[in-house]
């Protein structure tokens, strides 16, 4: 009780954590704009040179969260710039004369959640603020498509129809990590699955969560904010059950992952685009496209969301006067990543 008491004086905190494109800047963007007049601010971890999901998120327009309250912090994964970047940014936030009613942390799809969550531990964080809880987004389709089984024969099927796949993949720890470390697990992308494919994935990642916690089905990433926010899970206090397969180590780092970003021209069309890029994706086996398309003839701005080879787009807003109109994008993929190949089939397109 006297936990509780002591947190309720505290400015709860949530760390959105998930696999690169499990849909957390769309659960986000869909948090703020009903976030029933609660004053959040937004800390964005971006990996990569552009940023997409920091902009994406700025352009929602909602009353609740201005541009002020949104921060990026781009000069690395986030889990390894603690005390460089994260702290002082939280500290800010903590300092204002009117300081948020809620704290929501996007970390990038690389991020270990436990390094952040031992964060709120530190001198001078702890009395002010406290981890209401890690969300861990799961793209619901790719688990049901067998991409993070750690079923031993499973992978060994696997691996035979597919010689590219390692067993020891740095993913699939990650994957464990941010589910292990996670206080509600939200499978998203559930449309995409009947029941009784959802049950199959329920039942593969329950090995991975911690006893009690719950496993929800959304889609789009809507979800009330009244369920993803106020847990008062006060996660920083019982951090030792939150088992990570980096506990032994004292550091880590993501040399496993490599991204670059590139500039074309207009595109004649988002389907046209979209067919030139599958074979790209496929043939150097990149991970994760994102990025805004401009097209010719349209006003709007077009975004682009790639996970392997499902892709997806919208028109999010007008294209500012300032702004060049031309497409960017950020490809990621695992170290070894033939740049100069990619840049040279995408400048074809």
Not at 43 to 70: T, W
Not at 283 to 292: A, M, N, P, Q, Y
């Amino acid at each position: 009780m006297q936990k509780t008491a002591a947190a309720a004086n505290k400015i709860p905190a949530t760390v959105v954590t998930g696999f690169l494109g499990a849909g957390k800047t769309t659960l986000i963007r869909h948090l703020i704009t009903n976030a029933n007049g609660r004053r959040i601010a937004l800390i964005v971890n971006e990996f990569g040179e552009m940023g997409i999901d920091g902009d994406l998120l700025k352009s929602c327009g909602a009353p609740d969260c201005s541009e002020d309250d949104i921060i990026e912090l781009a000069n690395g994964c986030l889990c390894c710039t603690v005390a460089d970047d994260f702290l002082p940014t939280l500290q800010k936030l903590l300092d204002r004369p009117e300081p948020p009613t809620h704290i929501v942390i996007e970390t990038s799809g690389l991020a270990l959640p436990k390094p952040l969550v031992q964060a709120f531990a530190w001198p001078g964080i702890r009395s002010r603020t406290t981890v209401d809880g890690v969300i861990t987004v799961v793209d619901a389709a790719a688990v049901a498509e067998g991409r993070f089984a750690d079923d031993e024969e499973a992978l060994a099927a696997q691996r035979a129809a597919d010689p590219s796949l390692d067993h020891d993949n740095p993913l699939e720890e990650l994957f464990e990590d941010q589910l292990g470390c996670a206080d509600l697990v939200l499978l998203n992308k559930a449309d995409l699955l009947d029941e009784g494919a959802l049950d199959n994935v329920r039942a593969e990642i329950a090995a991975h969560l911690r006893q009690g916690v719950k496993t929800l089905s959304i889609s789009k990433g809507e979800i009330a904010a009244d369920i993803l926010l106020g847990l008062r899970a006060a996660a920083e206090d019982d951090i030792a059950a939150r088992k990570s397969h980096h506990d032994t180590e004292d550091d880590h780092d993501h040399e496993d992952f490599f991204s670059f970003s590139v500039t074309l021209p207009e595109q004649a069309s988002p389907d046209a685009l979209l067919d030139s890029l599958l074979p790209v994706i496929a043939d150097h086996d990149i991970l994760r496209v994102k990025g805004f398309v401009a097209v010719a003839g349209k006003k709007m701005r077009l975004v682009l969301q790639g996970v392997g080879m499902r892709l997806s787009h919208y028109y999010d807003r007008d294209w500012h006067g300032h702004e060049p109109r031309a497409t960017r994008l950020v490809v990621i993929g695992q170290a070894g990543l033939d740049e100069a190949a990619i840049r040279a089939a995408l400048a074809a397109i």
